[in-house]
């Protein structure tokens, strides 16, 4: 039943539970469906099943006056496979799928399905552990649930590809027996689900939505996912989707031209579209789109339990031209601005909401702009969100990487530059699905050089992530040495982990993982300069960086990176203490797949003053080496315990 509160707070912009109202509700005592739509320009709504022929006859909603909602209760069970016909105000008769349904038809079909979504969830210890994250390991693996593993089938003659499709997808519960324990073997702390809201298109990787309230179908139903995401939990994995509120796709039974007309994209074509995604991007002006999709941020959250939203796309919603390069087609502010000022009060608005019912949530802003208040709180006027991916970083370092290691000692910039404006925002450190797609080589084959260089330079480039400032993101199939870039009809090549040297890869990305989540240093300040420091910044002769990481009690790591093929013996490194040193982690190990430039003995400070500091050790550096020394903690003898006992 709609209330006139309910009613009132929808178009205000202030309903944040517009899904306990809106969409199709079963109720289970009457064994009857009410539906309510929001179409404020239609002349009559219908509800269309099998039932009445798919005509809507006998089964028309009523329109509450000056609202714009149309609503009515049927008798229509669980499992109605039903669309709203739409009379327009131009008369034309429309079909369209329900914008709050909880469930739809697996794709190519496109009606919405009355679902009951109940669940008993078994994840309260997991939750009430819950804190703040700026301190915490967070190490995030990104999957494509259709293609991180995929069933060995046949396709049958005359079979459609979206059949086969089907029939190669594991399922939620699948993935719950199988990539939730490959996630915690690996050690990472978070899965990351591209979007996996209900869209019509594969290989949109769902950034083109039409479903915005219904887990896809093509993995099974909604109890199915929440226990995917129960089962995550149970195994101190966090859960993170992807969320995309900047725009979404055209096709005839989504949200465009939903009544007929313009009411979830702006009515202004020139602003609506999204010419490069052929999409249309929403009004965030208008307040009913603000209660839609404020809602549905918190529907995920609350109703699925989801640990945080990475929210696609933030820099097309926030400039004007994202899109106009030429200056007959920019839009200004009345002010000279081309900021969106609608999209800037929507994202502090949502921010604002999230934080207000959900602490500790990972609001994540993948935002590829220059500007500098993102993770900044909203009464600062920053856009409000916790954490944002460092773009820049990304490319940086990877446009180092590809260089062939003589010619980097010309660009060491590109590796210490991003630590200028390292605390300028809460930064993760991204390696994701965009990187290893369309023509940019996988992670592995970024790597110069033959196969044994490829992957040592891989190995140093995990490592050198791994230890710097800020969290970090991996996307699937990086941690095996993959040849190919995503191919995103297939499955990760599993096969390769048949040869030596991808399975030392994988031991390499697996030992490392379980390292970052073991030493305090690597993430406990992440987001404050003490827990950072420079070694050496500017080595390009040597194409050598280190620095040290250090936890809030004063303990550090001594991490030392070597961007070039050679070896340096007695290679003096500095310490912040003085001290008896061990070789803690090397990448070049031979279980790894490296040439096994270790250190065994323990090393011993020297008062040697060695890039500004006092004391130095003498090491060696492998080839394409990432190595971690650590001091050794002196061990009391019993001497000196009997000598603090006596005095006691």
């Not at 912009?13 to 809106?22: E, I, L, R, V």
């Not at 030992?511 to 240093?521: F, I, P, S, V």
């Not at 090397?586 to 090393?603: A, F, P, R, V």
């Not at 394409?624 to 603090?644: A, D, H, M, S």
């Amino acid at each position: 039943m709609v209330t006139q509160l309910d009613t009132y707070l929808f178009h205000q912009g202030t309903h944040y539970a517009s899904y306990q109202f809106m969409g199709a509700h079963f109720n289970a005592e009457r064994n009857d469906t009410t539906f309510t739509v929001w179409a404020p320009n239609a002349q009559h709504v219908y509800v269309a099943t099998d039932e009445n022929g798919w005509t809507g006859e006998n089964f028309e909603l009523t329109k509450i006056p000056d609202s714009g909602l149309f609503t009515g209760t049927f008798p229509l069970s669980l499992n109605t496979v039903y669309k709203y016909k739409i009379i327009t105000s131009s008369g034309d008769t429309i079909y369209k799928s329900d914008p709050y349904a909880f469930y739809a038809e697996r794709r190519p079909n496109t009606a919405s399905i009355v679902t009951d979504t109940s669940y008993e969830w078994t994840d309260d210890a997991w939750q009430r552990k819950k804190s703040a994250p700026y301190d915490k390991p967070i190490n995030i693996y990104e999957v494509h649930l259709g293609t991180w593993k995929k069933h060995d089938v046949q396709r049958h003659e005359d079979e459609s590809i979206d059949s086969y499709t089907d029939r190669t997808h594991f399922t939620y519960k699948e993935m719950a027996d199988t990539l939730i324990p490959y996630v915690k073997e690996m050690g990472y702390t978070h899965i990351e689900i591209m979007p996996i809201t209900e869209h019509p298109f594969d290989l949109s990787w769902g950034y083109q939505v039409t479903g915005y309230y219904a887990p896809t179908s093509r993995f099974g139903t909604p109890q199915d996912f929440k226990y995917f995401v129960d089962m995550c939990h149970s195994n101190n994995i966090g859960v993170i989707l992807d969320w995309v509120p900047a725009h979404f796709c055209k096709d005839d039974h989504g949200l465009r031209l939903f009544d007929g007309t313009p009411i979830y994209e702006y009515q202004d074509a020139y602003r609506a579209e999204k010419r490069g995604w052929g999409t249309l991007t929403f009004d965030f002006g208008r307040t009913e789109v603000q209660s839609f999709l404020i809602s549905n941020a918190l529907f995920w959250i609350n109703e699925y339990h989801i640990d945080g939203l990475r929210v696609d796309a933030v820099h097309s919603m926030t400039d004007l031209n994202f899109e106009n390069y030429d200056e007959h087609e920019r839009i200004y502010n009345d002010d000279g601005t081309s900021i969106n000022k609608e999209a800037i009060a929507f994202l502090q608005k949502l921010n604002t909401e999230v934080f207000r019912n959900n602490v500790h949530t990972l609001m994540i802003a993948e935002d590829s702009s220059k500007m500098k208040t993102v993770t900044t709180a909203v009464k600062d006027g920053g856009l409000g969100f916790n954490f944002k991916w460092d773009l820049g970083f990304m490319h940086d370092t990877l446009n180092y990487m590809t260089l062939d290691p003589i010619e980097r000692q010309h660009y060491h910039k590109l590796i210490n530059f991003p630590m200028m404006y390292r605390y300028d925002e809460n930064f993760i450190l991204p390696f994701s699905h965009d990187e290893v797609v369309h023509g940019k080589l996988s992670m592995l084959d970024k790597m110069p050089g033959d196969q044994w260089r490829k992957f040592a330079q891989y190995r140093l480039l995990y490592g050198y992530q791994l230890t710097q400032p800020g969290k970090k993101l991996n996307f699937m199939g990086s941690e095996i040495g993959m040849y190919a870039e995503w191919k995103d009809k297939e499955q990760v090549d599993w096969f390769l982990l048949d040869y030596p040297i991808h399975h030392g890869l994988q031991t390499y990305v697996k030992d490392l993982n379980h390292l970052y989540k073991k030493e305090r240093a690597l993430f406990e300040l992440d987001y404050a300069q003490s827990g950072f420091k420079w070694i050496d910044a500017d080595n390009n002769s040597e194409n050598i960086a280190s620095y040290i990481r250090t936890d809030l009690n004063g303990e550090s790591l001594i991490i030392i990176l070597n961007f070039s093929p050679n070896v340096y013996y007695d290679f003096p490194l500095a310490v912040d203490q003085p001290g008896k040193y061990k070789e803690y982690f090397n990448s070049d190990h031979k279980q790894y797949g490296g040439s096994h430039q270790i250190i065994h003995k323990y090393l011993f400070s020297q008062q040697y003053a060695t890039n500004g500091f006092e004391h130095s050790i003498r090491v060696k550096v492998p080839p394409f080496g990432f190595v971690i020394y650590k001091k050794v903690k002196e061990r009391k003898t019993k001497k000196k315990l009997q000598k603090i006992y006596n005095e006691d």
